[in-house]
């Protein structure tokens, strides 16, 4: 399993890139390993302004679901939207063509909350 040293990590196992004040979110290697195989994302708020820790969409495997959080308030401004044709990109490259989505931050502070690569390490007995 790898995880980028430069990318914050949350308890829900996504992950975060922040560039300026956008942030673009997906889930670790140590989550789509666990899911299995992928077989479709849902998420349907596009253009909304969501709060930290609140729903933003769905990931789906072949034997479960699995809730998906918003790591830090903000507008989702973009979906990836390769992922519908393509969900199994989540397995394949789960920190380069399986992002998700594009968060437009509206509290930087907020970042402060989010795990660095050895928090989450410890987090899954790493």
Not at 13 to 25: F, L, S
Not at 76 to 83: D, G, Q, R, Y
Not at 103 to 124: G, Q, T
């Amino acid at each position: 399993m790898t995880f980028p040293e430069e990318l914050k990590y949350t308890k829900d196992h996504e992950w975060v890139k922040i560039e300026g004040d956008v942030a673009t979110v997906g889930i670790t290697d140590f989550a789509q390993g666990e899911l299995g195989d992928i077989v479709y994302v849902e998420i349907e708020t596009e253009g909304e302004t969501i709060d930290q820790t609140e729903l933003f969409g769905t990931i789906e495997a072949v034997k479960t679901v699995s809730d998906l959080f918003m790591p830090l308030s903000g507008e989702v401004s973009e979906f990836n939207a390769e992922l519908e044709d393509s969900p199994e990109l989540v397995n394949s490259d789960p920190y380069g063509k399986g992002w998700m989505i594009k968060i437009a931050v509206s509290n930087l502070d907020e970042m402060s909350e989010l795990l660095s690569v050895e928090e989450y390490k410890e987090l899954i007995g790493q």
